[in-house]
């Protein structure tokens, strides 16, 4: 007789059950869908690293128009990312009775195991921004309309201008470019500070009338304002030559403006704003005298002292530890201190611009395709 715990019915009951739950394990495992799950840090995490290799890619570039060097943009295509998730599991073991043999079971052996595999294999295409198009974005000079969008979307209008523009009514604006290089006119600085004056207390508008060649850009300078912002307006009329009655002036592309009634901007394209940007960069002294870069401009002061620099970018021999962004090139790093919010506003404000240039091909943004198998 067999013991009762070791009978070939029991037996028989343990491996059923036991292969039911591995059926049941299967199952799930088979069910159970991996898609939803990645698609929460899939989507965070590739956001957060095409982020950061952009602005790694514009401020090497910054660096590489400081030091005379071709600026190459890459933009990413294409996010193809595959899982595979693969599961096996088997079951064996050995049962003894005192006879050493249990009918209905080989060898007297059963076994259990399991085996698993997870496979992440991501493929991302580049592409190079090249082309007669691209190129050409790069030089057009920005429209007027889209500078004064900028400003009624509420950017500084101080910064704007700065960045943006090379005069406006014949006053001009600084420029870094080594073969350009020029300070600003005196009047500049004044215009910005009375204009920013205006914009605080929402004394700018902006009017699109249609006429018979199309659409007329029109500012408007608020007359109900507080007495210091008058000032300010009155200011601005005056240094820019407008009507000091003129309700609404006509803004134009050019250096002069045709009438008292109009203001001519002079606008830069993108490739400008990059050149006078780069001209910013804090470089270190032994390259200027070896002669591999030029010396930075001195600060411009203004009616009320030095001014502060668009952007401020740095040089150490170290990578620094706390950086908004930070690039390695002939053996030095640049960035920008994670502490500086005017220039980390204003590099992302650059990035921003950047988008709107044309890149000469018809793909959207990046796409990112998950297939989970």
Known sequence: MHDLN?????VERMMMKQAL???TVLGMAGCASIGP??????????????????????LLNLVKLRYGDTPVFLDVGQIISGYTVETAFSASGTIFNASGVIPGVPDSSVGLGAQGRYTDRPTITYAPLVGERFARSLMTPLPPPAILSLIQAGYPVDAVLRLAVHEVNGI????GGDLRARPADPEFYVLLRNLRRIQASGGIGIRVQRTDRGEAILMTLRQKVDPATAEAILTVRTILGLDPAAQEIRVVYGSVAASDKELAILSRSILEILVDLASFIRVPEVHVLEGRVGPTHEDEAGSEGPLRPLIQIGNAAERPSDAFTAVRYRDYWFAIDDHDMPSKR???????????????????APIVTIPAQ
Do not use: C, I
């Open 21 to 23: 739950l591995h059926l």
């Open 6 to 10: 070791t009978s070939p019915r029991r």
């Open 37 to 58: 799950g990645t698609v929460t840090r899939d989507r965070f995490d590739y956001t957060a690293a095409v982020a950061e290799s952009w602005k790694s890619q514009m």
């Open 172 to 175: 001009r604006n600084r420029y």
């Open 346 to 364: 204003l590099f992302t404000f650059l990035m921003f611009l950047f988008t709107l240039v044309e890149t000469g091909g018809k793909e959207g």
